[in-house]
C-alpha cells in the first residue's frame, strides 16, 4: 500500500480521502522556516518550567472557532468573547491587536493567518481558532478549521453571506466539521427587517452545504458593541447569550485509545530547551518520555516527547483534542516543519501516489469552467499539510468535467502522510474544486426491494458493527469509521442512520420494517408507505396510486441527499414483476433523472424466471419496466428467482428455500458490489467505474450476476476453495444470479469483486487459465475484457444464516450476450397474451394507453436484437 520504489497505488476509494477538489492555481506556499500560519496565544514554551503551573482538567475541552467572510467581525467577535469573559475572571483579554499581530495585517486591516485563544466558561474549557476570511488566505483558513470541532459562522447583518462565507461553509462541511452556531454581527448597523431576512438567507444558505439549516442557533448581536462596553442588550448580553448555546453543543467524540497522532501546525525553537511543536491531538494520548516519530515531506524522525504544555500550563499527559505543544528531544528546528505529524512509532506510512474517487465542482458550485487534462497541476490540502501533485487520469478517460465524478489518481511531488478517510481538498487558482468522500443512497421499492434492503442493512450492519438501536459495537467498526460515510450518516449522539429510503404503495411489507429488529435504525421519515396496493399492474404504479405517494417520495430523497457533500449515486432494489417495483419505480426513476441526471443509478432488480412467476401479468409488467429502464438506468444487474432457489437447493442443501434464504443471498451479491466503497483493498471498483467497464454502449447495460463460493457451514469444514477455483465457479451456471446458459453467447466484459484474503498475481493467473477454456468465448474487440477489484475484508456471515464464513469470495458481474436468452423468453409471454389483449384493459383503466404496449414491446425486440448482433459480430 506504499509508494516506494515500485510505487503501488494507495487506493483512497474506500478509505475515502475526501478530497473536496477545486480550482486552484499552484499556490506560491512561503515555507521559510519564520513563516506563520497559525498563532498560538497558548502552546508555546517561553518561560522555566517551574515558574507555570500544572493544567488542571477540571472541566470538558473543546476545539471551536470563527469563520466567515473577510472584515464580517471574526477577530472583533474573538476578542470581545475574551473581554467578557475576563471580566469573570475565565481568560485573559485579547484585544484586536494582540490577535491581528502580523505587520501585514495590522497594515491592511485583515486577517491573515489563523490565530488561538483560549478560555474557559462555567461548564467548559476552550480553545477558540480565529481563521483568516480573505479569499488570498483560504489555504490558513483550512490549516486552522482543521483543528475546530464546533465552528460560529459570522456572517454581518449589513451585508448577509458573501462568497467566503459560501467557500468556508463548503471546506468547513468537507473537512468535517459537523457542529455549527451562527452569529449575525453587526446588528445595531442593521434595521430589524434586515436582521430578519439575513437570518432567512442564512438558513438557506445552510441548507445548500448540508448543514442543518432549520435547527443550527443563530445569535444576533454586535461584538464591536460588546468590545467598547456600549448597548449591552445586543453586545454583552448576546456575546453572553453565544457562549451559552456554544456550551450547549454536543461534546465530540474523542478517540483515546487509538494510536497517538498530531498534525504538526506550527513549529518553534526553544533556547536552552529545544524544538517546539505544536498542534491538536487528533487521537490516542501521548505522555512524558514517549517515543514518537515525526513523518512526512519524504521524511521520517525519531524523537522523546520531554514536555508538555496546554495553554502555558504543564501536563503530564495529553489526549485527543488538546490543543498542545510538545517539547522533542533531539531534533532542530530545521528537520521538521508544518504539515508533518508527530506519532506513536510505525503507526503511520508515506505515500507519493494515490488513487481517490472525487467529485469536480460544477462553475455554478464555485469550483472551474474548463474541463480537467491528465497531469494538471494542483495543489492537495489535508490536515495540517499542503503539497502539489498532478491529476493522472485513467487510459480511458481523455478529462474530467466540471461537475462530474471520477476516478483519478494524485501523483504527490513528496510522499505524504495519508489514511483511510482522510479527507482532503483540491485547490487552483485560489479556487476549491472538488472533494473526494462520496456517498451513496439506496432506496429499495415495493415488495421484493423493501425486503431484500431490510437484508442488506442486516448484512451492512453486522459487518460495520452498526447495533440495531444505530450504535457502534464497541471498537468494531471503528477502523474504517470515516468510509462509513458512504452508507451511513451520523447524528449528534453518536448514532449511525442508513442512506436509505423503503417506499411501498401498501403497508404491510414496509410495517415488517417498522417493527422489525431493525425499527431504531431507520429514521421513520425513511420509512414510507401508502393505503392502496399497485395490484400487481405497472400502470397502476406509475398513472394511478403512485402519482398519489410520488412528491413525498421525492421530497424524502432530497433530504437525505441534501447533507451529502459529493454524492456519488444511488442503488435501487426492486422487482420488475410486481405493481410498486415496475410502475412506481419506474416513474421515480424518470423523474430522478431530472433531478439528478448525471448521477449515477444502479439497480439489482428480480427478472421473470423461465418457470417460477408470482404474477399472471408479470410479463406485461417486466417489458414495460424494461423499456423505462433503458433510458433512465445506467446498469441493471439482474437476478432471477428460480436461479437463486436452485442456487440455494443445490449449493446449500435447503431444500424449501424461503424469501428470507434467497434475499441473504442477494444481499451478499449487493455487499460484495459495494464492499470497494466501505473497505480498503489492493485494487478498488467505484460506481462510476461498473458503468464505465461494463457497459460497451448506452443501452447494452444488463450484467449478469455470479457469486462464489455459496456454500453451507458443513461443507466448509472440508473446503477451501482457491483464488483459481473461485473464479472457475463464477462462470458455471449453478452459480449464476439468473437463468440463461452463457456457452451460448459472448462475453463483452466482466467485473472480478474479490473479498478476502486475495492477491493481485494469483488474480492475474485465475484470468489467464480462464481465457484458455474453450467454452468461455469473448468478443474480439474487447482483448482485455477484465475489470478486478480486491477488497481486504472478508465477507461476512448473518449469524444462523445458511451461507458458511469464508476467508474469501467473489461477485461477478458479466456483461454476456447469453442474457438475450431472458428477453426471448419475456417476448414469447408477453407475444402471446398480448395477441389476446389479455388483462389490457386493467392497464388502460388506469390511464396508460394501449400504444404504450406495442411501444415497449417494440423496443424490447430491439434490445434482444443488439445482444444478438454483437454475438455474431467478428
Given amino acids: 500500500m506504499c509508494s516506494f520504489s515500485f510505487e503501488p497505488v494507495f487506493t483512497l476509494f474506500s ?39 500544572a493544567y488542571v482538567r477540571d472541566r470538558p475541552h473543546m476545539n471551536i472557532g470563527t469563520i466567515g467572510h473577510v472584515d464580517h467581525g471574526k477577530t472583533t467577535l474573538t476578542a470581545a468573547i475574551t473581554k467578557i469573559l475576563s471580566e469573570k475572571k475565565q481568560t485573559i483579554f485579547r484585544s484586536y491587536e494582540e490577535i491581528d499581530a502580523a505587520p501585514e495585517e495590522k497594515k491592511r486591516g485583515i486577517t491573515i493567518n489563523a490565530a488561538v485563544v483560549d478560555y474557559s466558561t462555567d461548564n467548559r474549557h476552550y480553545a477558540h481558532t480565529d481563521c483568516p476570511g480573505h479569499a488570498d488566505y483560504v489555504k490558513n483558513m483550512i490549516t486552522g478549521a482543521n483543528q475546530m470541532e464546533c465552528a460560529i459562522l459570522v456572517v454581518a447583518a449589513t451585508d448577509g453571506t458573501m462568497p467566503q462565507t459560501r467557500e468556508h461553509l463548503l471546506l468547513a462541511k468537507q473537512i468535517g466539521i459537523e ?24 438558513r438557506d444558505t445552510l441548507k445548500q452545504y448540508g448543514f442543518d439549516g432549520d435547527n443550527t442557533p443563530i445569535v444576533t448581536g454586535s461584538a464591536l458593541c460588546a468590545l467598547e462596553g456600549k448597548d449591552p442588550q445586543v453586545g454583552r448580553e448576546k456575546i453572553l447569550e453565544l457562549l451559552n448555546v456554544i456550551d450547549e453543543v454536543p461534546m465530540p467524540k474523542r478517540e483515546k485509545d487509538k494510536p497517538f497522532l498530531l498534525p504538526i501546525e506550527h513549529v518553534f525553537s526553544i533556547t536552552g530547551r529545544g524544538t517546539v511543536v505544536t498542534g491538536r491531538i487528533e487521537r490516542g494520548t501521548v505522555a512524558l518520555q514517549a517515543p514518537v516519530e515525526i513523518i512526512g515531506y519524504n521524511q521520517s524522525l525519531k524523537s522523546t516527547v520531554t514536555g508538555i504544555e496546554m495553554f502555558h500550563q504543564l501536563l503530564s499527559q495529553a489526549e485527543a483534542g488538546d490543543q498542545v505543544g510538545l517539547l522533542l528531544r533531539g531534533v532542530k528546528r530545521d528537520e521538521i516543519r508544518r504539515g508533518q505529524v508527530v506519532c506513536e512509532p510505525k503507526s503511520q506510512s508515506m505515500q ?50 466540471p461537475g462530474e465524478d471520477a476516478t483519478i489518481e494524485l501523483d504527490f511531488q513528496k510522499k505524504m502522510v495519508l489514511e483511510p478517510g482522510q479527507r ?51 471498537d468494531l467498526g471503528r477502523e474504517y469509521e470515516d468510509a462509513m460515510q458512504t452508507f451511513y450518516s451520523e447524528t449528534g449522539g453518536g448514532k449511525y442512520v442508513p442512506r436509505a429510503i423503503f417506499a411501498d404503495l401498501e403497508p404491510t411489507v414496509v410495517d415488517e420494517v417498522r417493527r422489525g429488529t431493525y425499527k431504531k435504525l431507520f429514521h421513520p421519515d425513511q420509512l414510507i408507505s401508502g393505503k392502496e396496493d399497485a395490484a400487481n399492474n405497472y400502470a397502476r404504479g406509475h398513472y394511478g396510486v403512485g402519482k398519489q405517494m410520488i412528491e413525498l417520495v421525492l421530497d424524502r430523497i432530497r433530504k437525505l441527499v441534501e447533507p451529502c457533500t459529493g454524492l456519488q449515486g444511488f442503488i435501487f432494489t426492486r422487482s420488475f414483476g410486481g ?80 424469501y ?9 451479491v449487493v455487499s460484495s458490489t459495494t464492499a470497494s466503497l466501505r ?56 452459480n449464476q444470479m439468473v437463468k440463461c446458459d452463457p456457452r451460448k453467447g459472448k462475453y463483452m466484459a466482466c467485473c472480478l469483486l474479490y473479498r478476502g484474503d486475495v492477491v493481485p498475481k494469483d488474480v492475474n493467473a485465475a484470468i489467464a487459465t480462464i481465457k484458455t477454456k474453450r467454452c468461455i468465448q469473448f468478443v474480439d474487440w474487447c482483448p482485455t475484457g477484465f475489470k478486478v477489484g480486491i477488497t481486504y475484508q472478508p465477507p461476512t456471515a448473518v449469524p444462523g444464516g445458511d451461507l458458511a464464513k469464508v476467508q474469501r469470495a467473489v461477485c461477478m458481474l458479466s456483461n454476456t450476450t447469453a442474457i438475450a436468452e431472458a428477453w426471448t423468453r419475456l417476448d414469447r409471454k408477453f407475444d402471446l397474451m398480448f395477441a389476446k389483449r389479455a388483462f389490457v384493459h386493467w392497464y388502460v383503466g388506469e390511464g396508460m394507453e394501449e400504444g404504450e404496449f406495442r411501444e415497449a414491446r417494440v423496443d424490447l425486440g430491439a434490445l434482444e436484437k443488439d445482444y444478438k448482433e454483437i454475438a455474431c459480430e467478428v
Avoid at 445595531?188 to 432567512?200: C, F, G, I, R
Avoid at 473526494?436 to 442493512?457: D, L, M, Y
Fill in 15 to 53: 478509505f475515502i480521502i475526501p478530497a473536496a477538489l477545486q480550482p486552484l492555481q499552484p499556490l506560491l506556499l512561503n515555507s521559510t522556516p519564520t513563516s506563520q500560519f497559525i498563532r498560538y496565544y497558548a502552546a508555546v514554551p517561553n518561560v522555566a518550567p517551574g515558574a507555570k503551573k
Fill in 179 to 202: 457542529k455549527l452556531v451562527v452569529f449575525i454581527n453587526k446588528a445595531d448597523a442593521a434595521d430589524s427587517e434586515m436582521l430578519e431576512l439575513v437570518e432567512l438567507e442564512v
Fill in 352 to 401: 507519493n501516489y494515490i488513487q481517490a474517487q472525487v467529485y469536480m465542482l460544477s462553475k455554478k458550485e464555485g469550483g472551474r469552467a474548463k474541463p480537467f487534462l491528465s497531469r494538471y497541476q494542483m495543489q492537495v490540502f489535508s490536515k495540517s499539510w499542503d503539497c502539489p501533485a498532478y491529476i493522472v487520469l485513467p487510459e480511458n478517460k481523455e478529462m474530467v468535467m
Fill in 424 to 474: 482532503f481538498t483540491l485547490r487552483a487558482s485560489g479556487t476549491t474544486l472538488g472533494y473526494g468522500v462520496r456517498e451513496c443512497v439506496s432506496i429499495h421499492v415495493g415488495q421484493a426491494g423493501v425486503q431484500i434492503g431490510n437484508a442488506c442493512w442486516e448484512l451492512f450492519c453486522l459487518e460495520h458493527g452498526v447495533q440495531p438501536s444505530g450504535e457502534m459495537h464497541g
Fill in 579 to 658: 405493481g410498486s417495483g415496475s410502475g412506481f419505480t419506474s416513474l421515480l426513476m424518470e423523474r430522478m433523472s431530472r433531478d439528478y441526471g448525471k448521477k449515477t443509478k444502479l439497480e439489482f432488480a428480480i427478472y421473470p424466471a423461465p418457470h417460477i412467476s408470482t404474477a399472471i401479468v408479470e410479463p406485461y409488467n417486466s417489458v414495460l419496466t424494461t423499456h423505462g429502464t433503458l433510458e433512465h438506468v445506467d446498469a441493471t444487474f439482474l437476478l432471477d428467482n428460480q436461479a437463486i432457489y436452485d442456487n440455494c437447493l443445490h449449493n446449500l442443501n435447503v431444500e424449501r428455500p424461503t
Fill in 660 to 668: 428470507t434464504n434467497l434475499n441473504r443471498l442477494i444481499c451478499q
Fill in 679 to 734: 473497505f480498503p483493498g489492493s485494487l478498488n471498483v467505484d460506481l462510476i467505474e461498473f458503468q464505465t467497464n461494463l457497459v460497451p454502449y448506452p443501452r447494452i447495460h444488463f450484467p449478469m450476476v455470479s457469486y462464489a463460493p455459496v456454500i453451507s457451514a458443513q461443507k466448509a469444514r472440508h473446503e477451501q476453495m482457491t483464488v483459481a477455483q473461485l473464479t472457475s465457479a463464477c462462470f458455471e451456471p449453478i
